[in-house]
Antibody, heavy 119, light 107 residues
Framework: QVQLVQSGAEVRKPGASVTVSCRAS????????VHWVRQAPGQGLEWLGRVDPSGGSIHYAQNFQGRVIMTRETSTTTVYMELSSLRSEDTAVYYC????????????WGQGTLVTVSS | EIVLTQSPGTLSLSPGERVTLSCRASQSISKSYLAWYQQKPGQAPRLLVY???SRATGTPDRFSGSGSGTDFTLTISRLEPEDFAVYYCQQYGGSFTFGQGTKLEIK
C-alpha cells in the first residue's frame, strides 16, 4: 500500500535550519511528484513547493523562495525539505503529499512532522 | 495567486442533515483544478473530491462536488457522525492554494 513516512518532531532555535524527510513506498517513486504543505497550530494549509523525483525539477512557492530547499534521493525513495532562517512563525506541522503529475491534487499524505521554533 | 474563500467558517449541524459548503475563488480556476479535503484532529488531510466533482477512492457517495469558474460547493447529502471535521478546498493555478477551512461541528 502507498505510504509516505516522515521523520520525527524537531525543535530549533530562531535562525537555525531544519530538515524533514519523507520516505515513499508502495508505488513507483519516480512517477509521482512529492509536495510539502505546512499547517501552523490551529491554522489552515500552506503549500511550500514540490519536487519531481524523476528528473529532480523543483517548484517553490514564492513565499519560501530562498529559504527552502527540496531534494530527493532515488536510491532510498526519500524526499527532503530543508527550511532555513527559522522564526517562530515557522512553528507548524509539515506534511509531504503525493501528486500524480498534472493532476494538481494530493492523493496521499505523510503523517506530518511537528517543527517547533522557540528560543 | 488565487485566493480561496470558504464559507461559513463554522457550521453546527446534527447527524442526518444535508449540508453545502462553499468555496469562492478570487479568479476563475482553469481546467477544473479544484479539490476538497477532510481533516480530523491530529490527522493529515484526506482527499475527498478532485477535478471539481470526481470522488476519490473510498469517498462515500453522500459527498458530491460541483461548480465552475469561481464558485464551487461540496455537498454532504446526509451527515454521518464521522463527517464532523474541517473541510478545505484547494486549487492549482500556477501555484497551489487552500481555503481557510470550514469546520463542521455537532449541534
Amino acid at each position: 500500500q502507498v505510504q509516505l513516512v516522515q521523520s520525527g518532531a524537531e525543535v530549533r532555535k530562531p535562525g537555525a535550519s531544519v530538515t524533514v524527510s519523507c520516505r515513499a513506498s508502495g508505488y513507483t517513486f519516480t512517477t509521482y511528484y512529492v509536495h510539502w504543505v505546512r499547517q501552523a497550530p490551529g491554522q489552515g494549509l500552506e503549500w511550500l513547493g514540490r519536487v519531481d523525483p524523476s528528473g529532480g525539477s523543483i517548484h517553490y512557492a514564492q513565499n519560501f523562495q530562498g529559504r527552502v530547499i527540496m531534494t530527493r534521493e532515488t536510491s532510498t525513495t526519500t524526499v527532503y525539505m530543508e527550511l532555513s532562517s527559522l522564526r517562530s512563525e515557522d512553528t507548524a506541522v509539515y506534511y509531504c503529499a503525493r501528486e500524480r503529475p498534472d493532476n494538481c491534487h494530493f492523493d496521499y499524505w505523510g503523517q506530518g512532522t511537528l517543527v517547533t521554533v522557540s528560543s | 495567486e488565487i485566493v480561496l474563500t470558504q464559507s461559513p467558517g463554522t457550521l453546527s449541524l446534527s447527524p442526518g442533515e444535508r449540508v453545502t459548503l462553499s468555496c469562492r475563488a478570487s479568479q476563475s480556476i482553469s481546467k477544473s483544478y479544484l479539490a476538497w479535503y477532510q481533516q480530523k484532529p491530529g490527522q493529515a488531510p484526506r482527499l475527498l473530491v478532485y477535478g471539481v466533482s470526481s470522488r476519490a477512492t473510498g469517498t462515500p457517495d453522500r459527498f458530491s462536488g460541483s461548480g465552475s469558474g469561481t464558485d464551487f460547493t461540496l455537498t454532504i447529502s446526509r451527515l454521518e457522525p464521522e463527517d464532523f471535521a474541517v473541510y478545505y478546498c484547494q486549487q492549482y493555478g500556477g501555484s497551489f492554494t487552500f481555503g481557510q477551512g470550514t469546520k463542521l461541528e455537532i449541534k
